[in-house]
């Protein structure tokens, strides 16, 4: 493969650098997001950011990533704000509003897209890297950009890092101790609109959402602290960009966006099996373990009352017996109870309740 | 108008108006957000099903793309489940990664797939009318419009046969449960006609700016009438209008048909928004000044109802003191004066003002509940 590689080591520093960024800032902003439930409000953004692309370059003629971001954040933001107020003025529900408007503004995006290809002059080209990503394309002062202005996001985020908690948990609480959470509320969606833009031309406005959700997914599901969620976050962000964009730049005609999320959802599928406590095989192993203390308790118990059922000195029960009790082999359990000491085995292959095996069944 | 703009035309319409019908049903199910997921999977489902059936035009592959939708809808409801994420999240992550995967395989196979990124994201409405079919020799016309014909034709049969059991599941799913109407089944009977319906969209219009004829002439309708059945038949025409006019904007701009489609539904909705009657931002602003009018007249009546025939009558009645007593600025004094003459709710003589026996009768309504 390495034979075919169209890029030195320097370019590929540059965009598994511009990758990695976007990634910390998604990572760590989408953390906030997805715990204040609003995953798919990253996805309105970012497909209304493409006419803010488009119409940046159609207003000034110019290709630098700055403008062209910062004209993406506007109609990002505008997009948000437009379902803020159709969810408040009219009975139409945040999920319809979402989804109007995030496809009339990508439609609206389009239209100046395929408007500005059919133009004589060709100098649009390179725009539509803005609807998958092309990681390749990046340049070190596009890094640059995308560090800096992240960088300021995340200065905002370490700021307010206590409002945006409270808002994140407990939004009325907040509003109780007297601070502002409609206006942190709107200084969360300026920075998820940051943390969208940034990765805008690496993983495209189709699927930069995913970048706001996966990684925050992923890392909820390994900590219960907020802090170590955000940083949790910010770095399976990060490997997902870098392994991603790597990818995407070895491999020919591998898109770069889609291929960033397969590895960050794969993170996610990890996580969700492999967390220790809150992971599906940990929950299936806990559960299991339950299943056979309650097993054992239970042939503990009938043991206990088949002792007070047959009067005299103990002389215990067969396994038979308490099977059939239980309507199943209990063997296993006779043994495991045996090997804890709660029971002993007779010589005469009858099963007897020891004095701390009592004090269990009592104590239970 | 050539024939061929005509197709064009008539297969956006129909896509429209399968896709408004559907689309009624995920707004007020707050499911707008599956038909985004759907939209999505269908790519991968149409991908799969190529590579199987190595046919575009197969009525398989419709089929197989559909089940993709609904084994979407049940993928996110098998995440949302582990009670590891919430519903939103399993949407976002759902989708975008079996979109991903749909986009990979375009993008490594574009040669064998006959799709390409531009067509999965506007659909290939220009190009519709040279894939035609023929049957027997004759032609019946573009596959396009014959396969939006036969999805519009099962969502019309669909909505007809179950409108009941739709209705009753959308607006009280307990009731529908207690009366032994399967709710659970219905919702994914519905999510199968939104993927049948996704899939022939998608090849008009392409995945997200499907999203756009599901939801905003639904979402426009919705606010313009309260019965379903009037809600349903509005949605499908405001996505014809928005067809037929997006298909002329994007003649006179030279530009995407799709992309064009989507921009006349955002203007639908923002037309409904501002103007619908009692609903809209116009109608509600006109009743808060009405509104304001009312509370002041009554506010008046009261004032002058309480000091009537008692000894600061006058005083308390007279026009240049009026602004005093009540603490309205001149210039509202004069709106509101002026106001209550036209009504006949008072009358002035000499500066003061007075009553009509219409005007008592307001200031006890007004302050009798």
């Known amino acids: 493969m390495t034979a075919l590689l169209p890029l030195d080591d320097y370019t590929l520093r540059v965009v598994v650098l511009g990758a990695a960024t976007l990634g910390v800032v998604a990572g760590a902003l989408g953390t906030f997001a997805v715990l204040r439930r609003q995953a798919l409000v990253g996805d309105a953004i970012s497909h209304a950011a493409l006419p803010g692309v488009a119409l940046a370059y159609l207003l000034t003629g110019s290709k630098s990533s700055l403008l062209l971001m910062i004209g ?102 907040g509003a109780t101790l007297g601070l502002r959470m409609r206006l942190v509320d709107v200084v969360l969606v300026g920075l998820l609109v940051v943390a969208i833009v940034i990765g805008l031309q690496t993983v495209g406005a189709v699927l930069m959402a995913s970048m706001i959700v996966a990684p925050a997914a992923a890392a909820r599901q390994w900590t219960d602290r907020l802090g170590a969620m955000t940083v949790l976050a910010a ?26 999320v397969v590895v960050a959802t794969a993170l996610v599928a990890v996580s969700l099996l492999a967390a220790p406590r809150r992971g599906l095989v940990a929950r299936a192993v806990r559960s299991r373990r339950a299943r056979e203390r309650l097993g054992l308790a239970q042939v503990l118990a009938d043991l206990a009352q088949l002792e007070q059922v ?40 009858r099963w007897l309740l020891t004095d701390r095996g009592r004090s269990e069944v009592s104590r239970a | 108008m050539t024939s061929g703009q005509l197709e064009i035309i008539a297969i956006a319409s129909l896509t429209s108006a399968a896709c408004a ?107 519709a009318p040279f894939d035609r079919v023929h049957v027997g020799g004759v032609d019946l016309g573009p596959a396009a419009l014959v396969t939006m014909a036969v999805v519009l034709a099962v969502d019309v049969a669909a909505l007809t046969l179950f409108w009941k059991e739709l209705k009753l599941t959308t607006f009280d799913p307990a009731l529908a449960l207690s009366l032994g109407l399967a709710p659970t089944a219905v919702t994914y009977g519905l999510m199968s006609l939104v993927s049948l319906t996704a899939v022939g969209a998608f090849n008009a219009v392409g995945s997200i700016l499907t999203v756009a004829l599901m939801v905003a002439p639904p979402a426009a309708a919705y606010l ?85 025939g008692r000894p600061e009558a006058e005083e308390e009645s007279r026009l240049d003191r009026l602004g005093a007593h009540l603490r309205w600025d001149e210039g509202r004094i004069a709106h509101v004066v002026a106001a209550a003459q036209r009504r006949g709710l008072v009358v002035e003589q000499a500066g003061v003002l007075a009553l009509t026996e219409r005007g008592r009768r307001l200031a006890r309504q007004a302050i009798t509940f």
């Open chain 1, 310 to 349: 047959h009067e005299g000195p103990a002389r215990g029960h067969h396994a038979a017996t308490v099977g059939a009790m239980e309507q199943a082999d209990v063997l296993p359990a006779l043994v495991e109870l045996e090997r804890r000491g709660l029971v002993e085995r007779t010589p005469d292959d």
């Open chain 2, 21 to 127: 019908l559907v689309g009624v049903f995920l707004v007020l199910r707050r499911m707008s957000l599956v038909s985004d997921a759907i939209t999505h999977s269908v790519l991968l489902g149409i991908v799969l099903a190529f590579f199987v059936t190595q046919s575009t035009t197969s009525p398989l592959l419709l089929v197989a793309a559909a089940l993709t939708g609904v084994v979407t809808v049940a993928l996110v409801e098998l995440v949302t489940r582990t009670r590891l994420v919430r519903e939103d999240a399993a949407i976002g992550l759902v989708f975008p990664v079996l979109f991903s995967i749909g986009v990979i395989l375009v993008s490594r196979y574009a040669g064998s797939v006959h799709l390409d990124i531009d067509t999965v994201l506007l659909g290939e409405l220009a190009f």
């Open chain 1, 72 to 173: 993406a954040a506007l109609t990002g933001f505008a997009a948000v704000l437009l379902v803020t107020a159709v969810v408040r003025t009219t009975r139409v529900k945040q999920d319809a509003a979402l989804g109007i408007w995030l496809s009339v503004f990508f439609g609206v995006g389009l239209v100046l897209l395929t408007w500005l290809q059919r133009r004589p002059d060709a100098s649009q080209a390179g725009l539509d890297r803005f609807l998958f990503g092309q990681a390749a394309t990046l340049l070190r002062e596009d890094v640059v950009t995308m560090a800096a202005a992240g960088a300021l996001a995340l200065l905002v985020l370490l700021a307010l890092w206590k409002e945006l908690k409270v808002l994140a948990f407990d939004h009325e609480f």
């Open chain 2, 224 to 308: 313009l009438s309260d019965r379903l059945w009037r809600v349903t038949l509005l949605a499908a025409a405001i996505g014809v209008g928005c067809a037929v006019a997006g298909y002329w904007l994007a003649f006179v701009l030279d530009a995407s048909i799709a992309g064009c489609i989507a921009a006349c539904c955002g203007a639908a909705f923002a037309l409904a928004w501002a103007f619908a009657p009692g609903r809209g931002i116009l109608a509600g602003a006109r009743r808060r000044a009405r509104q304001r009018v009312d509370f002041a007249l009554a506010m008046l009546a009261i004032h002058l109802a309480t000091h009537e």
């Open chain 1, 235 to 260: 770095a399976f962000g990060a490997l997902a960009g870098a392994l991603g964009a790597v990818a995407s730049a070895e491999v020919s005609r591998l898109p770069t966006g889609p291929t960033i």
